[in-house]
């Protein structure tokens, strides 16, 4: 795909915002579609564990969901909160589905990076279209700083990235300053291809794109397919 095929997070919000007036659940439909690459993921590359990365916002809630239904067919899942909170009925989706749900590790980030073996599939759930390219704050920062010092600046597990890698410039393809991002093995991401995983130096952290249709169909022109 080229840039010009990608669409902004305006538009993507654009197009979301009659579906949800309208009381269509596209949080479910993009969690659905990402549970699904996840198997397809862990089909071909199999671990012991999933581990998922969540923030305090939607994406974090895209993640939890997609996680419970890898969480009730038997994989072991961890969910880490790296933000202020967690997506409330994302989170009772996933703890009702057999995951375990750690609201503290966070709080000591080089423990938790520690904690990790080596057969994990990390996913990427701390920011999705409201990102500004100017990185993560707080302690998503110190977790994900943490886990790269772990392997010298390079991610230590496959990581998949939900919508986005966090932290990059999704309209404009600008990654942190301070390097401090996830690159991703695989972007699943939602709606429309964002511009910002098309354009440099983003496009070197997205990893493969592979999009999620969830029904925002020709209200974005085009959009490509990934």
């Not at 305090?56 to 202020?84: C, K, M, Q, T």
């Amino acid at each position: 795909m080229k840039p010009e095929d990608g669409v902004t997070a305006d538009r993507i919000r654009a197009a979301e915002r009659p579906l949800l007036a309208a009381g269509v659940p596209l949080m479910r439909r993009a969690a659905s579609g990402l549970a699904a690459e996840l198997r397809r993921e862990l089909a071909e590359h199999p671990v012991a564990e999933v581990v998922l990365l969540a923030g305090s916002g939607d994406n974090g809630g895209d993640g939890l969901f997609a996680v419970a239904e890898l969480a009730a067919a038997g994989v072991p899942v961890r969910v880490l909160a790296v933000g202020s909170r967690l997506h409330e009925e994302g989170a009772a989706a996933a703890r009702a589905a057999g995951a375990v749900v750690d609201g503290t590790a966070a709080d000591d980030p080089e423990a938790l990076a520690a904690s990790l073996g080596e057969s994990v599939l990390l996913v990427d759930a701390i920011l999705g279209i409201g990102a500004t390219g100017a990185g993560l704050r707080g302690r998503a920062h110190n977790v994900v700083a943490a886990l790269l010092a772990a392997r010298d600046g390079s991610p230590r597990h496959r990581t998949v990235a939900v919508d986005v890698p966090s932290g990059i410039g999704v309209d404009d393809g600008a990654v942190p300053a301070d390097g401090v991002v996830l690159a991703a093995d695989l972007t699943v991401t939602f709606g429309g291809v964002k511009i910002g995983l098309l354009l440099p130096p983003a496009s070197a952290v997205a990893g493969e794109v592979r999009l999620i249709d969830i029904g925002l169909g020709g209200t974005l022109g085009r959009s490509g397919s990934g």
